[in-house]
Nanobody
């Protein structure tokens, strides 16, 4: 089992920045693909970014490219999402996820953290 706990959400104005953190515990963190997903009201959950266990392979959704940065610190069992130039469309509950492969990155989920961007 892997337990994931997110933090860092909040209310920010358009153009502002937030940094989300996700602390993992349980099974070997280093071998897992980590990801950030989000779900806005009335919409399906969507992937925001993913990062391989080594950090060498990173994926971003088109909607966040150039604004968001995913990173991980395996020594601290943590993954981060730096979000800059935030827009109202970024408002959502953000979830940390983990899995042994890209296809199964949704094997484990955190409880979510709310990000609200005001216009």
């Amino acid at each position: 089992q892997v337990q994931l706990v997110e933090s860092g959400g909040g209310l920010v104005q358009t153009g502002g920045s937030l940094r989300l953190s996700c602390a993992a515990s349980g099974r070997t963190f280093n071998n897992y693909v980590m990801g950030w997903f989000r779900q806005a009201p009335g919409k399906e959950r969507e992937v925001v970014a993913r990062i391989s266990w080594s950090g060498g392979r990173i994926y971003y959704a088109d909607s966040v490219k150039g604004r968001f940065t995913i990173s991980r610190d395996n020594a601290k069992n943590s993954v981060y999402l730096q979000m800059n130039s935030l827009k109202p469309d970024d408002t959502a509950v953000y979830y940390c996820a983990a899995g042994p492969s890209i296809a199964s990155v949704g094997s484990y989920w955190g409880q979510g953290t709310q990000v609200t961007v005001s216009s």
